[in-house]
C-alpha cells in the first residue's frame, strides 16, 4: 500500500512564508513526477507546481518566482517552498505522485493540507 502524507500547512498573513512536505511511503519501487495541486472552495483543482525525477520543474503562472518545488528522491520526498504568500494563495494543497511498484504505474494523492493567508 503507496501512501503520500503531507505536512507543513497553516495560517499566516500576506508576505510570509511557508514550506510544505509531502513524503511517499509503501512498497515503492520509483517515483516518476510529483506535484503539488491546491484547490480553493469553490474553484476546481489546479497544478501550482511539479517536478520530474530528473529535477525538471514547471510552475502556474500565478506562482512563478514565489514558489520553489524540490525534492529528494532518497526520501521519496517532495517540497514546495512558499514565499511572498497572497490571500489568494489559500486552499487546501494536494500532493500527487506518479509511482511505480512492483505491480503497477499510478498516481497517488495525498490527503491534503489547509494553507490559509491573511490580509
Known amino acids: 500500500q503507496v501512501q503520500l502524507v503531507e505536512s507543513g500547512g497553516g495560517l499566516v498573513q500576506a508576505g510570509e512564508s511557508l514550506r510544505l512536505s509531502c513524503a511517499a511511503s509503501?512498497?515503492?519501487?520509483?517515483?516518476?513526477?510529483m506535484g503539488w495541486y491546491r484547490q480553493a472552495p469553490g474553484k476546481q483543482r489546479e497544478l501550482v507546481a511539479s517536478?520530474?525525477?530528473?529535477?525538471?520543474?514547471n510552475y502556474a503562472d500565478s506562482v512563478k518566482g514565489r514558489f520553489t518545488i524540490s525534492r529528494d528522491n532518497a526520501k521519496n520526498t517532495v517540497y514546495l517552498q512558499m514565499n511572498s504568500l497572497k490571500p489568494e494563495d489559500t486552499a487546501v494543497y494536494y500532493c500527487?505522485?506518479?509511482?511505480?511498484?512492483?505491480?503497477?504505474?499510478?498516481?497517488?494523492w495525498g490527503q491534503g493540507t489547509q494553507v490559509t493567508v491573511s490580509s
Open positions: 509503501g512498497r515503492i519501487f520509483m517515483i516518476n513526477d
Open positions: 517536478i520530474t525525477r530528473g529535477g525538471s520543474s
Open positions: 500527487n505522485a506518479d509511482i511505480l511498484t512492483v505491480r503497477s504505474l499510478g498516481g497517488y
